[in-house]
């Protein structure tokens, strides 16, 4: 309802030059029970309201989980707020805005054309949703309309009933830029990149960008992905992704383009450029996280190309996401120096038991696992991770044993326990790098079932 209800207002605001961003704050649920009708109706008031009275800048709803209880962690309320930087409201008129029929001008009526019954009505919803409605506003810098209606958390009605749902393609790990000249869009983007697990850096321009992509190049570090915004002062999107287009050392980059909807001529040029993705601003979490997938899915590499043989160099290959559990500080640190420069993002759990929380919140390609551990053990927390996805339907993460005895029955027992392959301590970086190449790989190939 939220992002559906920026993407119909984003019209008038994009024809009156101002973004428009829309910031969910990370630790919202997905869905809660309430009246969508209502919603609508107070966003859509708020936000014509800040288009009406905002000239130039942006113009930003935002929603957050807010007010916990001193004795539960549960958050009690949804708050939404939208601020604009537009001309503002006299501090003798706050109070009285809400009131029927009252305009905090009645000299500007006629430049603002109005009821005076907007707010009046939203107070009135709101209230009848069981919140709360203010705001606070400094005349000729903008205001921010708070409202706040209660929180309680629901899954949806209609949940798909597929016994085996796909895996979904991880971002985990995948190094995105983000390129636009707006702050606010930055932080957004920012925020839910890294919800999803790629790494993030920003760029306030298009030279900064290009300088940011051809440094990172240059180190061996490169983006994978860059997402540019099409409108920006001096190097525009457009000018961006022609130079990275002209530019060989970059042709492994994926671009995603944001345009704005009325601007069919934007839309018109994405298209022709052929970018790996474009959409249109305020952009859809789901709209852009599939962009991305799509992205992802198609940048790995099958497995006949990734079975390098011993001792040569390992071709460039998918940035895995793995999850390494060992409780040795050394050991740990010994195979992250192993994995350093390696397209791999390693996260670390110094037991089974945070590495089965690790494994629950997370999508892993591989999981390289001690098996002698204090609190849970990586047998115990192999078979709780085999358990889990079976129950969930999840697909089987590759998981490598690492132990301390290169005896058979420890093989066994790691084995049985549900690991793919084994590797004896003190562990080869080569023999390392061959098994999470070759386990990982087998994994990620389409139609693998496991
Ligand atoms: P109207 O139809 O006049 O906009 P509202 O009840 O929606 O009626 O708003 C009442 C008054 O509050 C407006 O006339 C305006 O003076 C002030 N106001 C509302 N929103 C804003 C805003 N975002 N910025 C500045 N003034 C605002």
Redesign the pocket.
């Known amino acids: 309802i939220i992002e559906k209800t920026c993407e119909v207002m984003a019209v008038r605001t994009h024809s009156r030059n101002l973004e428009l961003a829309c910031r969910i704050s990370p630790d919202t649920p997905q869905y809660i029970k309430g009246d969508p009708t209502r919603l609508r109706q107070v966003i859509t008031?708020l936000l014509g309201?800040?288009i009406?009275?905002t000239e130039k800048g942006e113009i930003v709803l935002m929603v957050l989980p807010t007010g916990k209880e001193i004795s539960s962690q549960s958050p009690q309320y949804l708050q939404f707020s939208v601020r604009?930087t537009?001309?503002?409201?006299p501090a003798e008129k706050l109070s009285t805005?809400f009131e029927k029929f009252?305009?905090?001008?009645s000299s500007?009526?006629r430049k603002?054309a109005?009821?005076?019954?907007?707010?009046?009505i939203s107070r009135q919803l709101v209230e009848l949703m069981g919140g709360k409605i203010w705001v606070e506003?400094k005349p000729q810098e903008g205001?921010t309309?708070f409202f706040t209606i209660p929180l309680e958390e629901t899954t949806p009605e209609e949940k798909p009933e597929t016994a085996v749902a796909e895996p979904e393609i991880s971002l985990q790990g995948w190094k995105i830029l983000v390129v636009d000249d707006n702050t606010t869009n930055r932080l957004i983007l920012r925020e839910t990149l890294t919800q999803w697990g790629c790494k993030v850096t920003e760029a306030a321009g298009g030279a900064e960008g290009l300088a940011e992509l051809i440094r990172a190049k240059s180190e061996g570090t490169p983006f994978q992905i860059a997402i540019l915004d099409s409108r920006m002062p001096e190097m525009d999107g457009f000018t961006l992704a022609q130079e990275i287009r002209n530019n060989p050392d970059l042709s492994f980059l994926s671009i995603v383009m944001l345009t704005s909807e009325n601007r069919s001529s934007d839309l018109a040029r994405a298209k022709d450029m052929n970018f790996e993705a474009y959409l249109i601003k305020p952009v859809k979490r789901q709209a852009l996280k599939e962009s991305l997938q799509a992205i992802a899915g198609k940048k790995r590499v099958p497995l006949q190309q990734q079975t390098p043989s011993a001792g040569k160099p390992l071709p460039e290959i998918h940035p895995l996401n793995i999850l390494l559990v060992e409780d040795t500080e050394d050991n740990r640190f010994l195979i992250l120096a192993y994995l350093k420069n390696t397209p791999y993002r390693v996260d670390t759990a110094e037991n089974g038991a945070v590495a089965l929380e690790k494994f629950l919140a997370n999508i892993y390609d591989l999981i390289l696992m001690d098996m002698q551990m204090p609190v849970m053990d990586g047998y115990t927390a192999t078979r709780e991770i085999r358990r889990h996805e079976q129950n969930e339907g999840r697909k089987s993460t590759p998981i490598i044993a690492l132990t301390a005895y290169a005896l058979k029955e420890e093989l066994q027992k790691s084995l049985s326990a549900g690991c793919d392959a084994h590797l004896t301590k003190p562990i080869k970086k080569q023999l390392l790098l061959e098994a999470i190449q070759k386990y990982a790989a087998a994994s990620i190939v389409p139609g693998k079932s496991s």
């Not at 537009?86 to 409201?89: A, L, V």
């Not at 009252?102 to 001008?105: K, P, S």
């Open positions: 008031n309201n800040a009406k009275f604009d537009g001309i503002g409201i805005i009252t305009q905090a001008d500007i009526t603002y109005g009821t005076g019954l907007g707010l009046a506003s205001s309309f």
